[in-house]
């Protein structure tokens, strides 16, 4: 006796579960999300799809632009936009306090912009920001790379 014809079945977790490509995403980034500012369609489209990190600096660094809004009157987005950045899957690094030093001095970036860069670096991955001067210091950097 024959056996019917069997068909593949084939069981898929849901998207977010699949692996996804790293992205570094800098303050700028997250502030345009979190706080919605102009750029945060913008930002949205950039990220999207992507496994997101930076360094262990940027909890202070989108604090302290919480505490600017919340200073100038934007209390309610101030607390809103943290309790998302709260809310969202980065995971966060160490970085390398001479290798930073070291490609601050190269591109005449601040110590906070090169730890974006070293870390896009580090793991051979982009880099999303929308500063002018560290997106032309990575571009230059990362594509150096081996």
Known sequence: MSRPARGLYLAEPPKHYLVRPPLVLDCSTLAGLIFE???????????????????????????SVGL?????????????GLAKFASMDIELFEVSAIDVFELANRYQLSAYDAAYLWLAAEL??????FDEKLATAAQAHLSSLP
């Not at 750029?39 to 202070?60: D, R």
């Not at 600017?68 to 809103?80: C, P």
């Not at 051979?124 to 920001?129: E, F, G, K, M, N």
Request: proline letters at 4%.
């Open 37 to 63: 500012e102009d750029w945060q369609a913008q930002a949205l489209e950039k990220i999207e799809g992507h496994s997101l990190k930076a360094p262990y600096l940027l909890n202070v660094e989108i604090t």
């Open 124 to 129: 051979t991955c982009p880099l999303a920001t």
């Open 68 to 80: 600017k809004k919340h200073r100038r009157g934007g209390a309610a987005i101030a607390l809103s």
